[in-house]
């Protein structure tokens, strides 16, 4: 089981998604990590079925407990989807669907400049499968969609490299 990291559940609490199984895992993975508090182990010993709102203030006082309540929304979203992105170029998440949540938190939480790219790139892509032609992204084609993707994601990987939101 891979361990859910704390960018995944800062992302998750930003966007206002429910909080279940996946802070418990969370929680689970810094008990592993040493990690211990009041907060964690309310988490950990939780079990379905979950009460979001139970589980949203545990998991808000171990954010508060690990100090990381301070930081900035847009950091968390562009750390979350430097995670994605590097699960992509791993093989173990599809391309487009992870290119589309990236430009859904891009769009929906007031433009993260830092995702902007991978926005205009949806948009090249939805131009190309629509129209054969796009307009967004300059030299991209149907042939080389992909793999431009691809490499942006690759960048944006190795040119993100944080590691700020392991506790």
């Not at 199984?21 to 211990?36: K, N, P, R, Y």
């Not at 545990?58 to 979350?80: H, Q, S, T």
């Not at 967004?136 to 969609?145: C, F, R, S």
Request: net charge negative; glycine share 6%; with cysteine.
């Amino acid at each position: 089981m891979a361990k859910v990291s704390t960018a995944c559940i800062q992302t998750r609490k930003i966007t206002q998604k429910t909080c279940g199984q996946e802070c418990v895992e969370w929680a689970i993975g810094l008990l592993e990590d040493g990690h211990d508090s009041h907060y964690l182990r309310l988490l950990i010993g939780m079990s379905p079925p979950f009460n979001h709102f139970e589980v949203a203030s545990y998991r808000d006082g171990l954010l508060k407990e690990l100090g990381f309540n301070k930081f900035d929304p847009a950091a968390w979203i562009c750390e979350y989807s430097r995670e994605q992105m590097q699960k992509v170029l791993k093989g173990e998440l599809d391309l487009i669907e992870t290119l589309q949540e990236v430009s859904f938190l891009h769009e929906s939480n007031g433009y993260i400049r830092g995702i902007q790219n991978f926005y205009l790139l949806l948009i090249a892509y939805e131009e190309l499968n629509e129209l054969s032609q796009q307009w967004t992204w300059p030299g991209a084609t149907l042939e080389n969609i992909h793999s431009i993707i691809q490499a942006e994601m690759k960048k944006y990987v190795d040119s993100h490299r944080q590691g700020w939101n392991k506790p």
